[in-house]
Nanobody, 122 residues
Framework: QAQLVESGGGLVQPGGSLRLSCVDS????????MGWFRQAPGKEREFVAA????????YYADSVKSRFTISRDIAKNTVYLQMNSLKPEDTAVYYC???????????????WGQGTQVTVSS
């Protein structure tokens, strides 16, 4: 069972960068595909990025492609989301998620973290 805890959120100016981390304290991290979602005020939660358990496949929402990079360190049970060229519309609570496959984690994750706030503002 995955137990996900995010960190790394905060306030950043437009054009800046942040790196989010998500640690899985469960013992099955390497067997799950991992993903990131976000939810802005008044909007539905949306998919951001996903990475396969083998790290060989990554997927991104069109809105973040070429600006965000998802990666994972299996030895540290951690998945990262490097966010560059941030825009005010990236402001949201960002959630880590785990699922059996990249398709599953991008649509119906099995596990969720508690979320971390990212605010992009001058």
């Amino acid at each position: 069972q995955a137990q996900l805890v995010e960190s790394g959120g905060g306030l950043v100016q437009p054009g800046g960068s942040l790196r989010l981390s998500c640690v899985d304290s469960g013992r099955t991290f390497s067997s799950y595909a991992m993903g990131w979602f976000r939810q802005a005020p008044g909007k539905e939660r949306e998919f951001v990025a996903a990475i396969s358990w083998s790290r060989s496949n990554t997927y991104y929402a069109d809105s973040v492609k070429s600006r965000f990079t998802i990666s994972r360190d299996i030895a540290k049970n951690t998945v990262y989301l490097q966010m560059n060229s941030l825009k005010p519309e990236d402001t949201a609570v960002y959630y880590c998620a785990a699922g059996d496959t990249t398709v599953a984690v991008s649509t119906r994750p099995n596990y969720w973290g508690q979320g971390t706030q990212v605010t992009v503002s001058s």
